[in-house]
């Protein structure tokens, strides 16, 4: 006899599914790629694949949700972590799943109850030491810190935030520095999904400027979740291989990020990059001061010689002008007597010849004054350049001891001696209060 096969409404027959899968499939560990999250107002929707290496395509797709209570508490437990990170996708994650099913649209759906954190830390840790062995097998780590880094680096590109608090910490120490600082801003996103893509972007528009000395990314004290958008395998190559050196301030203390070991240097905060460049310029200030303090003393010591040296060409000169006279004197006396002897035969020769040798004595005569002028005229040029008081007419300034000798080094000056600052106006009588060395 045939058996009858019962038929089902198709609300009975999802319901018969649901209580099999409440009663029958137990709650479980199951990991996966995030694929998709969608948060609502209570509820948040997300889906995990299965993938085979080398196919994009999943080998089966999973649908999921928890409420939003659940997402806040999950959340908190990751922000917590030592090593923290937020869900987005194409992140490995191991989830405590309860296997539900929706009878109105007949859909299987599983509820997210928990999260293993240390499954992600892992995959995350894995991946950031692949990418940091790619790079370093590739000699990218240290490509950046190998650009020679400018003496007096007063033009900077700077990528940060938008309106941020590093952006005026950063700024403001440059400008109450005094130094001629000149900063090229490109905003950029520092945190989400977007730091990659807008920080690349703005590296590619400070490129263009040929004038910039260093690059700086900086960044506010923030999560440490957003740190690891600062780990981008893609950002990381781009700031190795940019051409001028790179800088980074990303904000945090005891971990660095993928991208702080591939730049130039890296600082803690936004600040200390600041200083840094501040420290840079001072030096190089500090180099062109002893250079003219130096220059200047070495004209002070060349002026005596110069001086001798033109009281010489003077008297060598007159020398040679009174011998030239005695010559052509002594000349003119033998023509004299020839003269006298055969008039008639030699007058007329002799004449012309006297007339010639006339004309000769003053021709050289003018040329030898003309080079002595001429002579006289650049060393002239020459002292008034060497002299002090030119050097101090352009704003420096000479210390000397209670001796009146110029003090050339730091290291001779002890507090209570006195000192003469000579300008060009004058000169001021002071005690050294305080000696504050200046690191080189």
Known sequence: MQET?????VSKYL????????TRVKDTWVHGVITQIQE?????????AEFIEGDVKPQATL??????????????????LSKPFELKTELKVKLFVKGDFYVPYGKFQGRVIDIDPSYTIGELALTREAILQRLREENLLFKNKSIPFSEAPLHIGLITGEGSAAFHDFSTKLNESGFAFKITTIHAKMQGNETESTILSALGQLRQNTNLDVVCIVRGGGSKTDLNYFDSEVLCRAVANYPIPVL????????????DQVAWQNFITPTDCAKFLIDKVSEAWQRIKDLALEIAGRIHLRIPAEQEHLR???ENLERRISRLFIQEQEQIERYIKELKKEPSKIFQDSHLQLLRNQE???NGCRKILELSKKHFELQEIRLKAMDPKTILKKGYTLTLNSNGKIVKDFSLLNPGDSIITQFAQGTIHSVVQEKTETPI
Do not use: P, Q, W
Request: charged share 30%.
């Open 40 to 48: 609502r107002d209570k509820m948040v929707y997300l889906s995990i």
């Open 5 to 9: 096969i019962r038929s089902y409404s």
């Open 312 to 314: 010489f060409l003077r």
């Open 360 to 362: 000769g004595l003053k």
């Open 63 to 80: 649908s999921l949700y928890l409420f939003r209570f659940d997402f806040n508490k999950i959340k908190l437990k990751l922000s917590a």
């Open 248 to 259: 980074t301030g990303i904000g945090h203390e005891i971990d660095k990020c993928l991208l």
């Open 15 to 22: 319901t018969a599914v649901k209580n099999l899968i409440d």
